[in-house]
């Protein structure tokens, strides 16, 4: 009877309604080894406070005992059930330019893709890794000297990190890759945008540490699936600051190693939520609120 206080939905049957008639988004992330990402509560849990119903889904190669190569199919996939989009993490962010339609200024400037629209039959690649370190770099680290940097990997995560060094006033960036073809093309790239001399490659790494003011960690070495080092704990000092963008573990052994011997540090969560706040942006159109996500990455 309308009226009867008896016909109205209990609180569990309110919310559901609620949920119900949510707006949807479905997104996921590609990339190897990936299973401990904190990135789809992330995304989920700042989703269902701006009323959402917001999923988001790990596609890891390794688990699913696939490869880059099998990008084609997964982005088909992905448009067929509806998805508003991916991001794109190690061994794809540059493999999967060739498969997308369209590439936003920075993801064609870097060459490094990190999250994909899809929208209308089309892809579209973005690149927010590089916002995502800048914002993080100016909260921690912003009184540091950034005269000479080193950094470590030159592949998509590293192009996205080097220009945002660069953009945040670096005066020059060494890169050490185990490909030394790939680290110099991306100095040449680099040289191109911001001028002659501001990055180099295949310098001795001992040398270019011992006049470095910081080192930036870009390859996948202190991942869970990847334990290790990228240079060895001895160039370090404690005059040098040390940023590390792997974030699972967040305290990886190049942080434990840098604090020990008294540098300043910066982890790879600050990053890892700004690039998010930026993905969150382009999915659904609304602006995120980056200071609930950092307390949520907190809390994680």
């Not at 490094?112 to 916002?131: E, F, I, Q």
């Not at 020059?172 to 680290?183: F, G, N």
């Not at 180099?200 to 334990?227: F, S, W």
Request: glycine share 12%; proline share 4%.
């Amino acid at each position: 009877m309308a009226g009867d206080p008896s016909s109205r939905l209990s609180p569990q049957a309110d919310e559901a309604v609620r949920i119900s008639t949510s707006p949807s988004v479905l997104v996921g992330l590609v990339g190897n080894g990936i299973r401990a990402s904190r990135t789809p509560r992330l995304h989920e849990r700042e989703g269902a406070e701006q009323g959402l119903r917001y999923i988001y889904k790990l596609i890891d190669l390794e688990a699913l005992g696939l490869d880059a190569g099998a990008l084609p199919e997964i982005l088909t996939a992905a448009q067929r059930f509806g998805f508003a989009g991916l991001n794109i993490t190690h061994p794809c962010k540059q493999a999967v330019i060739p498969l997308l339609d369209e590439l936003s200024p920075d993801a064609a400037a870097l060459g490094a893709v990190n999250t994909v629209v899809l929208k209308d039959g089309r892809r579209v690649g973005h690149n927010t890794d590089w916002w995502g370190f800048v914002e993080s770099f100016r909260r921690e680290l912003s009184d540091v000297r950034t005269g000479r940097v080193v950094q470590f990997g030159a592949g998509g995560a590293g192009a996205a990190v080097a220009h945002a060094l660069l953009t945040l006033g670096a005066g020059e960036i060494t890169l050490v890759d185990t490909d030394e073809i790939r680290a110099q093309n991306l100095a040449a790239a680099l040289c191109e945008r911001f001028g002659r001399r501001c990055a180099r490659a295949g310098a001795a790494v001992a040398d270019a540490m011992a006049a470095a003011d910081g080192m930036v960690n870009t390859t996948p070495l202190g991942m869970a699936k990847y334990p290790g080092m990228a240079v060895p704990a001895d160039l370090l000092r404690p005059d040098l600051w040390v940023a590390d963008i792997v974030y699972f573990p967040l305290e990886t052994e190049l942080l434990r190693q840098a604090r020990a011997r008294g540098c300043r540090t910066l982890s790879g969560g600050g990053m890892a939520v700004f690039q998010a706040v930026g993905a969150f942006r382009l999915f659904t159109g609304l602006e995120a609120d980056a200071e609930r996500m950092l307390r949520h990455f907190g809390e994680m």
